[in-house]
Every structure is written in C-alpha cells, then in structure tokens.
Nanobody
Framework: VPLQASGGGSEQAGGSLRLSCVYSGRTFTSYDMGWFRQAPGEGREFVAALSRNGDSTYYSDTVKDRFTISRDVAKKTVSLQMNSLKPEDTAVYYC????????????????WGQGTLVTVSS
C-alpha cells in the first residue's frame, strides 16, 4: 500500500489536529488525493480532495472553512489541517489516491491508507 497516514489522536472541541499521508510511489503528481472518514457504525464519507495538478481543492459542507487540504510535492505528502474540531468529527480518517472524475466518490480512488483515528471530546 503506497499510502501511510499519521497524525490522529485525541483533542478537545475547538482544538486542532493535522493529519499527514505519505505516498511511497514514484508518480505522486499523477494522482488526485482525497481524505475520507468513517465514524463508528457509519459509512465512509468524503471530507476533502486536492486535484492532481494542485490547483483545485474540494470540501464537504460539514468541514468547509474548518479543514484545509494541502500537499508538499517534494515530500510526496498530502496533509489535512483540521481546526475548530467538533465531537462529530470523531472518526477514522483515510487518505486515498486515484485518477478520479468525481472527487467525492470513494469508489474511484485506487489506493487507500490504513486510517488514523481522530477523537474529539466535548
């Protein structure tokens, strides 16, 4: 699996966490990158995505204006800065890579990281 996510942990509501995902393959800029999350008992939902050319970002309505996706091409890393965390942000977060048509569609992503747990307490 060419993706390795890290940075999860526990935080209080209103706090911040930063997730990182390192791509170990050779063609990092060939892939659109996404973050998804899965809360207990729920399906995996789209959080944010970054286009392969780095020009466009996309966010779910629930995280827009609080989360920021970015990348470091030299380090082949995509990050998710999460601010103003809420208890409902509690989930396992997954990074994903693919050449996608619809950024919100998890089935279009080819590679997935192992997931990192984020827990937000009130």
């Amino acid at each position: 699996v060419p993706l390795q996510a890290s940075g999860g942990g526990s935080e209080q509501a209103g706090g911040s966490l930063r997730l990182s995902c390192v791509y170990s393959g050779r063609t990092f800029t060939s892939y659109d990158m996404g973050w998804f999350r899965q809360a207990p008992g729920e399906g995996r939902e789209f959080v944010a995505a970054l286009s392969r050319n780095g020009d466009s970002t996309y966010y779910s309505d629930t995280v827009k204006d609080r989360f920021t996706i970015s990348r470091d091409v030299a380090k082949k890393t995509v990050s998710l800065q999460m601010n103003s965390l809420k208890p409902e942000d509690t989930a396992v977060y997954y990074c994903a890579a693919g050449q996608v048509g619809y950024y919100t569609n998890r089935y279009e992503y080819d590679y997935w990281g192992q997931g990192t747990l984020v827990t937000v307490s009130s």
